[in-house]
C-alpha cells in the first residue's frame, strides 16, 4: 500500500487466504484515519517532519553507510564548511570526495571476501585523510577522516565513536 509517500508492505504466508475483499479492508484500514494515530495518514505528517529534521541536520563527519539487506544508502550531511569530530575545519562535502571515491572499491572487496574473514580497515596515504571501514553482517559503513597527520590510534577512537553514535543499537563488533 502506498499512501502519501509512506509504503507499507504486507508478507503473507504462503497458504494465507488472500482475496480482493481482505486487501480491501487492510487498505480501507491503513488509508483512513483511524483516531489512534496509527494509520498510514496520521503517521505520514509526523514521519513527514521527522524526515525532513533529520535531513536538516548536520552530520560531525563525512560517511557512507550501505545495508545490504534494504539496500540502503546513506551518504552524510554536510553544511558548505564543516568540522571533523577532532575539531579541524574543512570544506563541506557529501560523502566521499571525487578521488576517494575508487578506494572505495577495494575496500569493499576486501570487506566482501569470505576468505580474508575481515570486518575492519583503516586505509591511509600521504595525501589524505584515513578511509575507515567496517563490516558486520549485512551492514557495511566508510568513515572518511580529513587531514593528514592524524594518527592511527585517533583514528580507531573516531571508528569506534562514529559506530557507537550511530549503530548503538545494531551489534557491531
Known amino acids: ?15 494465507a487466504p488472500v482475496d480482493v475483499r481482505l486487501l ?3 487498505r480501507a484500514a491503513c488509508t483512513q484515519p483511524s483516531g489512534d494515530g496509527l494509520s498510514l495518514a496520521e503517521l ?3 514521519i513527514a517532519s521527522q524526515q525532513q529534521e533529520m535531513a536538516a541536520r548536520e552530520d560531525e563527519c563525512r560517511y557512507l553507510y550501505y545495508n545490504h539487506t ?4 546513506r551518504l552524510s550531511n554536510q553544511p558548505a564548511t564543516g568540522r571533523t569530530l577532532l575539531g579541524a ?3 563541506g562535502v557529501a560523502g566521499p570526495k571525487p578521488n576517494e571515491r575508487a578506494l572505495l572499491c577495494p575496500l569493499h572487496a576486501t570487506l566482501s571476501d569470505p576468505r580474508l574473514k575481515c570486518r575492519e ?4 596515504a600521504a595525501d589524505r585523510g584515513w578511509i575507515c571501514a567496517k563490516r558486520w553482517r549485512e551492514r557495511e559503513f566508510y568513515l572518511l577522516l580529513d ?20 549503530f548503538s543499537n545494531i551489534f557491531m563488533m
Open 1 to 15: 500500500l502506498n499512501s502519501g509517500g509512506i509504503l507499507l508492505v504486507l508478507i503473507f504466508e504462503e497458504r
Open 24 to 26: 480491501d479492508s487492510v
Open 44 to 46: 505520514l505528517p509526523l
Open 70 to 73: 534494504h539496500h540502503a544508502l
Open 89 to 91: 575545519g574543512r570544506p
Open 121 to 124: 580497515i583503516s586505509w591511509k
Open 147 to 166: 587531514g593528514t597527520s592524524t594518527a592511527l590510534s585517533s583514528c580507531q577512537a573516531e571508528c569506534a565513536k562514529f559506530a557507537s553514535i550511530h
